[in-house]
């Protein structure tokens, strides 16, 4: 009997792949608006100071190609056939989901290169899943991974990422450091709706740190956006000022709503982050992003055999 076919949608953000491709990225994150000089020379000065780009799309695919691996070594009966999409970039969802459908993929699980779950993060990409899947003559049968944040292979990650952190820091000073988890801020509306985000980042902080018995824990959000209305926070640099201000020495931050080094680790962090903390007198460091990490992929292919099954994803 022949096996199975099932597709898997990995779905990422997206960066430009080279200098000329940043206005039409901009232009894209603002829905069609251009951005103005002064903003475009911003955010080429950005990319330039990480080293002329960043290696999102890159990884994007190697944790795809990860997660494939990993799902069809466990598999006898099914194939999986893995798909890397972007939201604000080539290969863009509408296509590879149109690919999808050419290449006769009937059933699929979608989901996003982001542990927690949101109706403006996670959410945004279903619809635009949902609206490609509209326009096939035969739509395919979507699950969605909402969220993937309570994996355990994900927390053991995340965990072993943290420790060796830790291990930058004296070793008297370990146990009472201030350790911060942050993700990427949403504007503060989401919790009109209850959303979930919010308790997701806690979720996994308070999971990583019982696992290595951290006491001096803080959350925190980085890189809101650049809009009127207010976004969560406190944002990671007040945080950390408040800290500094609270006699804290030292702070490591945990920026686990991210899993891949790009522009808002490597610059927003590394950068900005870290002079903001020299200039405050506190020794600053961040944990690794998980990247390539196996127990990545380990994770989110049991969120999607859960999703498959329709059981509920941690």
Not at 196 to 205: C, K, Q
Not at 232 to 250: F, M, Q, T, W, Y
Not at 270 to 295: K, T, W
């Amino acid at each position: 009997m022949a096996k199975e076919t099932i597709g898997v949608l990995v779905m990422a953000y997206g960066t430009p792949d080279k200098p000329e491709d940043i206005l039409p990225y901009y232009t894209d994150i603002r829905r069609g608006r251009v951005p103005s000089d002064e903003q475009l020379a911003e955010l080429t000065g950005r990319y330039a100071a990480i080293g002329g780009g960043s290696r999102l799309n890159e990884i994007s695919r190697a944790q795809a190609a990860n997660l494939g691996r990993v799902l069809n070594e466990g598999s006898a009966d099914v194939v999986y056939r893995v798909y890397q999409a972007n939201r604000h970039w080539a290969p863009w969802i509408s296509d590879v989901v149109k690919q999808m459908a050419e290449d006769g993929i009937e059933r699929a699980v979608a989901i996003v290169l982001a542990p927690q779950g949101s109706k403006m993060s996670s959410g945004a990409y279903f619809d635009r899943v949902d609206a490609a899947n509209a326009d096939l003559p035969v739509p395919i049968n979507f699950s969605y991974v909402f969220n993937w944040h309570l994996e355990p292979a994900y927390i053991e990650a995340e965990a072993e990422k943290v420790a060796e952190a830790l291990a930058k820091f004296p070793e008297r000073s370990r146990e009472q450091l201030a350790v911060m988890f942050t993700c990427h801020s949403l504007p503060e509306r989401i919790l009109t709706w209850q959303d979930p985000y919010p308790e997701h980042l806690r979720e996994i902080g308070e999971a990583v740190a019982g696992r290595l018995g951290l006491k001096n824990v803080h959350y925190g959000y980085q890189s809101a956006g650049r809009t009127p209305e207010p976004w969560l926070g406190p944002d990671v640099r007040d945080a950390v000022a408040a800290l500094a201000e609270a006699g804290e020495k030292a702070v490591l931050v945990c920026s686990v709503g991210f899993i891949s080094d790009h522009l808002e680790v490597l610059y927003d962090l590394d950068i900005e982050m870290r002079e903001a903390a020299r200039e405050l007198g506190v020794h600053f460091e961040r944990m690794a992003m998980l990247n390539d990490s196996p127990l990545l992929a380990e994770a989110m292919a049991a969120a999607v055999r859960k999703a498959l099954d329709g059981g509920e994803v941690a």
